[in-house]
């Protein structure tokens, strides 16, 4: 079973548009993340979830709005869409948010827009 | 979180040993030193962390100096699914729970 699954893997879509990308973790992990690797490979943290309750904004667009309905997925739902959002975004869950506890990642959701 | 260091690239024939090093000079005493790999734009994936001593599992091997301001990662027996781009990263945890991934080395195995 894949610990930590995010569909879809990619998406194509207009500028404009509202989109969600969707992520599930199997691992009982209490702690969730969106990241987004630009084509510069740059990953960079977007989002942190810890018990369903948001602890890391890091000045990302109001149009991105994460939601957590519970401890085992975070969604992200992306508003009136545009060019530079065009990344591939990565869930990652944890166990906690100690030192100690290694973030685990999904594949990808690959998001183009024309 | 402390700021890591690592060569852009690196080569290493199949079935050698890779070292990949990693220079965090600024690293505070209750930071991880972590590596993840990432494998042609697949999600990066977790690999070992350590605090003082070093540390082994299934994948590999992390040697951190007794100064802790450098670590080397053993990849024992590379293969050519080993060629990814490797990163260090310096992790504290607390209130800062993110995970901050510089450039990485790229680690290309050859037949």
């Known amino acids: 079973d894949t610990a930590v699954s995010q569909t879809p893997k990619y998406l194509v879509t207009q500028m404009g548009n509202d989109k969600s990308i969707k992520c599930e973790q199997n691992l009982g992990h209490d702690t969730m993340y969106w990241y987004k690797q630009d084509s510069k490979k740059f990953l960079k943290i977007m989002f942190s979830?810890?018990?369903?309750?948001?602890?890391i904004n890091e000045t990302v667009p109001n149009r991105f709005s994460p939601k957590s309905p519970d401890k085992a997925h975070l969604n992200l739902h992306i508003n009136s869409l545009e060019l530079g959002d065009s990344a591939v975004y990565f869930c990652?869950?944890?166990?906690?948010?100690?030192?100690?506890?290694?973030?685990?990642f999904g594949d990808g959701t690959r998001l183009s827009i024309l | 979180d402390a700021k890591t260091t690592q060569p852009p690239s690196m080569d290493c024939a199949e079935g050698r040993a890779a070292n990949l090093p990693c220079n965090h000079s600024t690293i505070s005493g209750n930071e991880y030193v972590y590596w993840y790999r990432q494998i042609h734009s697949q999600g990066p994936q977790y690999i070992i962390h350590?605090?003082?001593n070093n540390e082994t599992n299934e994948m590999a091997s992390l040697i951190i100096t007794e100064d802790r301001k450098s670590s080397t990662l053993i990849l024992p027996h590379a293969t050519l699914r080993d060629t990814a781009v490797y990163y260090c990263l310096i992790y504290s945890g607390g209130s800062n729970y993110k995970l901050t991934f510089g450039k990485g080395t790229l680690l290309t195995v050859n037949p």
């Open positions: 350590g605090l003082k």
């Open positions: 990652a869950s944890s166990r906690g948010t100690g030192s100690n506890q290694p973030q685990h």
């Open positions: 979830y810890n018990n369903k309750e948001l602890i």
